[in-house]
């Protein structure tokens, strides 16, 4: 059987406030750009790295593009892999 606990309604509403302190505080952890986090079908990040399909694959299978399954036979990419590898050769200066 449950157990019931009565609170008053400051002690609620304090305990809600900090609740609300705390998420405001894992919010400004989040990164700061979701955007990264978009995923692409085959298709689409072969159009975003202007590439044919099969390159994409190609460099999929070789190691230097990660993608993950999304069933049995299809695969997708996330837009900060497909970014990393547009810019593998980049070197700073």
């Not at 400051?10 to 989040?30: D, H, M, P, Y």
């Not at 399909?53 to 837009?79: D, H, I, M, P």
């Amino acid at each position: 059987m449950a157990t019931l606990n009565l609170v008053s309604y400051e002690e609620f509403t304090s305990v809600v406030t900090g609740l609300r302190a705390e998420i405001e505080s894992l919010k400004s952890q989040l990164p700061k750009h979701p955007q990264s986090f978009v995923l692409y079908s085959p298709i689409e990040a072969a159009d975003y790295c202007r590439i044919k399909v099969t390159s994409l694959n190609r460099a999929r299978r070789a190691g230097k593009l990660k993608g993950f399954k999304v069933n049995e036979k299809e695969y997708a990419y996330y837009q900060h892999d497909l970014d990393a590898y547009l810019k593998r050769y980049e070197r700073a200066n």
